[in-house]
């Protein structure tokens, strides 16, 4: 099994650029979240998913776009990419029975000029 | 009243010695309580977690302290090793509009000197 995987690994955009991160999973596992990191902050939860096609918003949505077409696939996107959004993205997911260890992906460190 | 506070944002011990890192919490919803290790460059990873039922729970030379009455708890890391030597992050569970969310506190970036 991979786990979970991130793409890309780093990614450099203008301020009001788009772009899509991705995440996959091959553990079929039913909830999938994305969370941000930033210096001092810990993780915040930005969006999650407990199945296809469902989709709800966590701490800190704002800016942030996600669907859930498959089980395994859970993109992230920025639709006008802002310097606040200048952080380390990590995609992880867990399986929705008692209580669920989150597996982590490797993470995307995005940088907004 | 979804917060987890974590304490010492970071810590420095030598080799051999015993690292203690805080938590707190306001909520008493929550009912689940995972420690999460993250080294440089990685994501973070399961370590050792404990439900409210129990008050300690050992894993090797780690170990989770449970208070409930003070809603608090706290990971002890015995003979610390340089290999240890990561930032680490409390976290509470709470079930939530179909699933549990987990709420993760600051972090806590822990040096073990040689």
């Known amino acids: 099994n991979a786990g979970v995987t991130q793409t890309p690994k780093f990614q450099v955009l203008k301020t009001g650029q788009s772009m899509t991160l991705q995440c996959a999973q091959d553990?079929?596992?039913?909830?999938m979240s994305w969370y941000r990191q930033d210096p001092g902050m810990g993780l915040r939860l930005i969006h999650y998913?407990?199945?296809?096609?469902?989709?709800d918003q966590g701490e800190v949505p704002n800016g942030y776009n996600v669907s859930r077409s498959t089980t395994e696939d859970f993109p992230l996107r920025l639709l006008s990419a802002a310097p606040s959004q200048t952080s380390v993205y990590f995609c992880?997911?867990?399986?929705?029975?008692?209580?669920?260890?989150?597996?982590f992906g490797p993470g995307t460190r995005l940088t907004v000029l | 009243q979804q917060q987890v506070k974590q304490s010492p944002q970071s810590l420095i011990v030598q080799k051999g010695g015993i690292s203690i890192i805080n938590c707190a919490y306001e909520?008493?919803?929550?009912?689940?309580f995972p420690w999460y290790q993250q080294f440089p460059g990685k994501g973070p990873a399961l370590l050792i977690a404990?439900?409210?039922?129990?008050s300690e729970k050992k894993e090797g030379r780690f170990t989770i302290s449970f208070n409930k009455s003070a809603k608090q708890f706290s990971l002890h890391i015995m003979d610390s090793q340089p290999g240890d030597s990561a930032t680490y992050f409390c976290?509470?569970?709470?079930?939530?509009?179909?699933?549990?969310?987990?709420?993760f506190g600051k972090g806590t970036k822990l040096t073990v000197n040689p």
């Open positions: 404990i439900r409210p039922d129990v």
């Open positions: 909520n008493t919803a929550f009912d689940y």
């Open positions: 992880a997911s867990s399986s929705l029975a008692g209580y669920n260890e989150q597996f």
């Open positions: 998913s407990v199945g296809a096609g469902i989709t």
């Open positions: 553990m079929n596992h039913e909830y």
């Open positions: 976290a509470a569970s709470i079930y939530q509009g179909g699933s549990e969310k987990l709420v």
